[in-house]
């Protein structure tokens, strides 16, 4: 069959029907297309909703769609009929994975239940991208981003950091998932490689979040009886903020007593005791080490300072946007981005953050416009066009 994986990555044929919306799924089958697999996306006639959400060359095609759907193929299904049932029923006869992120009842509904699908085919790997997992009482609950990020913690730790409660200033809920959904997904392939068993697998947003939230923050709340609260100190502290230079910002972290120790001889604050030399001690005083760095380090430029912590091999970077890394020389250097031609002009594309010295992936091609690829599918399945009747949107 016809397909627009990158041939050499490492997931190279391996057939994924997606039918995942938003932002969570999407990047998880988006990173499944750049690592080889061929990715079809089912849409409904009016097309993810994530196609209007931001600014693009044209009302379906926003930046963030974009990018989170980048080489895919676009069938356009309408599964609440018969025809587009049994398209959908046809592909899954072909795929190895299939990953939807309807809530269980509605997927149910439409007959493509785990259940269902492996009934047509077995050795299928199956995904579901949930909000709530299906054990808990919050199962058909809705969820998105926000609601995930204040339920799991994040608000109240950003309030204890910076004394009002707010969100983490990207969708860090649906990508998790999405990265979690992945790596779920590749052992559950895995095992299949090994066994020749499909399986159910089930990824939720809440349940993840709440294991990446407590990794650092389950703390003392961990051990019978506690030891202490829920939360990792250093990360809530008042003062673990970007310090001031004396013409701008830098990060920085003088964490363990090597670095400690090369920062004290260097720069010889009036400040520095006893008190502070182990890891230990600065532990538990760490807003106080926050305050005194705060003020040391207005003393000097961000320029300077980058210049002394590189020397001494403490880590600190200067105040980027997300703009600016378009621009980063090292990024460049790296060949980080990857300009692919669309139908709309060249696309500059972040690219595969990981490497591989066999089976390179590469940012595996444009965006679909919506339905692109209905016919073309249909006939690589042997089905005419018209067992599918669906109107495309205007």
């Known amino acids: 069959m016809g397909s627009r994986s990158n041939g050499n990555g490492p997931l190279a044929g391996v057939r994924v029907v997606d039918l995942t919306a938003m932002v969570m799924g999407p990047y998880c089958t988006q ?3 750049d690592m080889g697999a061929e990715v079809i996306k089912v849409e409904p ?3 993810d909703d994530t196609r209007y959400i931001s600014v693009g060359p044209e009302p379906s095609m926003s930046g963030v769609f974009v990018n989170v759907n980048r080489g895919k193929r676009s069938v356009v299904l309408d599964l609440r009929s018969e025809a587009g049932a049994a398209v959908l029923r046809a592909l899954v006869e072909t795929a190895d994975v299939f990953i939807h992120s309807m809530r269980a009842e509605a997927i149910t509904r439409l007959g493509f239940s785990y259940a269902d699908v492996a009934a047509i085919n077995p050795g299928i790997v199956y995904t579901n991208c949930y909000g709530y997992g299906r054990r808990g009482p919050d199962r058909d609950l809705p969820a998105y981003d926000d609601t995930i990020q204040a339920e799991c913690g994040l608000p109240g730790v950003q309030e204890q950091l910076t004394g009002e409660a707010s969100y983490v200033g990207t969708i860090i809920a649906d990508k998790v998932t999405g990265l979690t959904a992945l790596y779920a997904t590749m052992m559950a392939l ?3 490689e090994r066994s ?3 399986q ?3 990824v939720a947003m809440f349940e993840t979040m709440a294991s990446f ?3 650092e923050h389950a703390n003392g709340a961990m051990f019978d009886p506690p030891l202490g609260p829920a939360v990792y100190p250093r990360t809530v502290a008042p003062n673990r903020r970007p310090y001031r230079t004396s013409d701008g910002y830098i990060a920085a972290l003088i964490y363990n007593d090597k670095q400690w120790s090369a920062f004290i001889d260097a720069v010889q604050p009036a400040w520095a005791s006893d008190l502070y030399a182990t890891l230990e001690q600065r532990a538990r005083r760490i807003d106080t080490v926050y305050a005194l760095v705060a003020e040391t380090l207005k003393e000097r430029t961000t320029e300077e300072w ?6 001494l091999e403490i ?5 980027g946007a997300p703009a600016d890394l378009f621009d980063n020389p090292h990024l460049n250097a790296a060949e980080f981005f990857e300009t692919v031609d669309s139908p709309h002009g060249p696309v500059r594309f972040p690219g595969v953050p990981t490497w591989f010295s066999r089976t390179p992936g590469r940012v595996a091609g444009p965006a679909p416009q919506l339905g692109a690829d209905t016919a073309d599918v249909l006939d690589e399945l042997g089905l005419a066009v018209e067992a599918n009747p669906v109107r495309r949107p205007m």
Do not use: D, Q, S, T
Request: charged share 25%; aromatic share 6%; no cysteine.
């Open 190 to 192: 895995f095992h299949r």
């Open 213 to 215: 939230m407590l990794v």
């Open 306 to 311: 980058l210049k002394l912590f590189r020397e």
């Open 196 to 198: 020749l068993e499909g």
């Open 200 to 202: 159910e697998v089930e």
């Open 315 to 319: 880590p600190a970077a200067p105040l």
């Open 31 to 33: 990173i499944m297309a």
């Open 45 to 47: 006639p009016g097309g």
